[in-house]
Structures are given as C-alpha cells and as structure tokens.
C-alpha cells in the first residue's frame, strides 16, 4: 500500500511542480512568480548534486575497469590519475588560476580540438561509404550540395565563378532555411508533447 | 489592442500548449471500434525504428546487448526532451531484452540522466519478473562535456559485445565519433537527435538516422503506452495546423492584407 501511494505522491508533486513554472510564465502573481523561483534554484542546485553524482559514477565504473583487469584498463587508470590531479590543482590553486587555466588551455583544449580535427576526417570517410551503403538519389543530393558548399566556400580570386556562388546564396537562402524551420518545426513540436506528457502524468520517468 | 499584441509569443505559446491538450486527450480517449486493432492509431513505417526492433530480436538470439547513448543535454531546458525520449526506449528495450543474459549498456553526458537510466532500467527489469539480471555497472556516465562523452561512451560500447547502438538524445556533431566507433564494431548504429548539425554528420556516419521529430516518435512505435501513439497522432494534427496556419499567412500576406 505504501509502495503504491509513493508513485501517487510522486506523480502530484512532479505535475504541481511543472504546472506552477509554467503557468509562472504566463501569470504575473507574485505568490506564483515566487514559488516558481524556489522550486528553479532548487531545480538548479539539485542539477549541480547531479553532476558530482555523474563524476562519483565515471570514477567507479572506470575504478572497476582497474580492478577488473581487462583490456583497455590502462585508460582508465591514466583517467584517475588525470583527475586526481586536476581535481588537486584546481582546489589548491582555485577554477581561475594560472594552473588551473593552464590544464585547460595547454591539455584540455588540444585534445578535443584533435578530436574535432579527426570528426572532420572521419567525416570525408563516412561521406565515401556512404554512396557504397545508400546509393540513391538522396544520397547523390547531399554529396552534390557538400561539393557545391565547398567549392563556394573556397575563396580562389582567379576562379572565382559568380554563378556558383549565386546558387550558394539562393540554396542557402531558400531551402536551407525552408528545410531547416520545417525539421525544427517538427522538433519542438516532438519537445512540447515529450514535456506534456509529463505533465499530465502518462510518462514518469522518476517513478520506481 | 491590434492583432501584433494578440498573437505575440507568450499568447502563440499557451494557445499551442491548449491546442495540443485537447489533442491529446481526444486521441487517448476516443472510442475505438471493435474493429479496429489494438493499437489505437495506425502510422506510418519508419525504417530506422523498424531496425532497432528487429535487432532487439537478434540480440537476444546472439546473446549481445543493445547500447543506448542518451547524450550530455540533461533533463531540463528544450534538450532535455530528447534525453527522455531516450529514456523512454531504454525501458522499452530493457523490457523486450530482460531475458537476455547480456543486459542493456546505458551511458550519458549526465548525472541526472544516469540516475534516471538506472531507475528505469531497476524499474523495466522488476516488472518483467528479471531483477537478477539488472546491473547498476551497466549504466555509465562516460564523461561530461560533448567530447569526452562521446570518448567515453566509444570506449564503453567497443568493451562489450554489441548488436546495436541506439544514440537517441542530444549530441552535438561528436556523435559521429560514437557511429564510426561502433562501425568499426561491425554494430548497426541508429541515431536520432534534436539538434541539426548532429542530424546532418550523423546522416552521412550512421546506418539508420531518425529525421527532424522522428525521434519523438520512438516511444510509439516500441509501444511504450497508449498516451504515446496518442500523443504522436496530436503532433500530426497540432503539425497539419500549423501548415495550415503557414499557407493562410502566405495567401494573406499576398493579398496585401497582413
């Protein structure tokens, strides 16, 4: 009996708490627009317990990697120790500090700027096999634009050709912006219904 | 008041909100014809989603596990939906695999999410009668910026044997990283995601992509409940309004009128 009155009690206090930032949105009474302020700090300070939970649970699983030994585990001990000593460089010397800073600009930034680099590569080699996997004229339309993109991108002064960058123009002007507020349409349509199903009860991800 | 004050955001917003409540409640509550098949609506095929069933079938053959990426969006904010859409398939595919002995990897980009996960997954594998086969290790946060997670979660998903990887959340453009990982795998990947430029790379990366809303569209074709199929036959109507709305502006506009 107790086991079911807490889905109940959970349901109430997940729909009256949506239901009161929402309509915080709309209606300016300052009791309302009061309570929706409590309920997002404490949103807020509840996603910030999340994210120490989120590293107490990166930490374990590749703790157990080590432990476990298997294949791959010598990446999961350079990580601890990675954080271990950025997580002791960053308390003693605060976020702001020059070693602090130095950690960021000097590891941090290089190896998801190499990351970046190799997704660009990547890219060029996932555009090759894409004509042997899905060669139809879908496939053809999206490599012919990527072409012309390209092309229209590069700045070359003795070729430059008016009408490539022309049609650049208009394709980015017309159906690129005609395609993109469709999917985007439809996106935030998909957003609304994830968000009020919620509300109204029929998903509850939090009920155990 | 002039029609401007009328129709700013604000107002566009709630009518929308009220619109697609009326919607919703219609398609879930309307009577249905003995006739008609359980499913209360029927939709239409989506190649992708028609995949992930069949691998969730192969996988319980082979003995694999399934590995659901929910993406580093959170559960707040406009990404957030995303996120939960994927929660949602996570428990659907937990349920449809809970015999299976390798069970479902999850891995996100957040805390909140992984918490979620490892509650939906306790929650799938206690009402499929499979609770010795739940794994709190199976849910994992694989880092908690766009890139890390997307290293993390290529790591985690190259660790075990695998049918198939389903990226449903947000990411950004690194979720190419996470199919190429996993193509290297010999692993289907299909991929769906709120934000466009991961739509676009994931196109050109992944084996099956889930367009636009699509992704929103998961829950009722794994037959998670009613309100789902109900909720997608909302989105539809709410969608052919909108149409409708575009083109009387259009036709307005052209006569000089607005």
Known sequence: MTQRRFPIFLLILAVAGGGIVLMGYWVDLPALVAVRNVLLRWAATLTGVAVLLGILNLLTVHWLKIIQPREGGVYSLVMLIAFVITFLVVAIDTPTGSWSVWIFRYIQLPVETSLLAILAVLLVVAVARLVVRRPDSFTLLFIGTAILFLVAATYLPRFDIPVVRSLRDWIVQVPVVAGARGLLLGIGLGVVATGLRILLGADRPYER | ?258
């Open chain 2, 1 to 258: 008041m002039n029609l401007a004050n009328w129709l700013s955001p604000p107002v566009l917003g709630l009518a929308l909100l009220l619109i697609y409540t009326l919607l919703f409640l219609f398609f879930r509550y309307r009577p249905i014809k003995k006739s008609q098949p359980s499913g209360l609506l029927s939709i239409r095929e989506l190649a992708p989603l028609d995949q992930l069933i069949k691998s969730l079938g192969r996988a319980l053959e082979s003995g694999k596990g399934i590995h659901l990426s929910s993406g580093s969006g959170g559960v707040s904010g406009i990404r957030g939906a995303s996120g939960l859409t994927g929660l949602m398939m996570l428990a659907r595919i937990a349920r449809k695999s809970a015999k299976n002995d390798k069970p479902p990897l999850a891995t996100s980009g957040d805390g909140i999410l992984n918490a979620l996960a490892q509650d939906t997954l306790y929650q799938s594998y206690t009402a499929a009668g499979s609770r010795r086969n739940f794994d709190p290790s199976q849910e994992q946060v694989a880092g908690i910026t766009p890139f890390s997670y997307a290293a993390g979660a290529m790591l985690a998903a190259a660790d075990q044997p695998l049918e198939a990887n389903l990226l449903a959340g947000h990411f950004g453009p690194e979720a190419a990283l996470i199919a190429e990982a996993a193509d290297r795998s010999a692993q289907l990947t299909i991929a769906g995601s709120d934000n466009l430029p991961a739509q676009a790379t994931l196109l050109a990366a992944a084996d099956e992509v889930l367009i636009g809303e699509e992704l929103f569209a998961g829950g009722a074709y794994l037959q998670a409940n009613p309100a789902h199929q109900a909720s997608l036959a909302a989105q539809d109507a709410l969608r052919w309004l909108i149409i409708l709305l575009i083109l009387a502006g259009f036709t307005l506009k052209l006569l000089g009128m607005l």
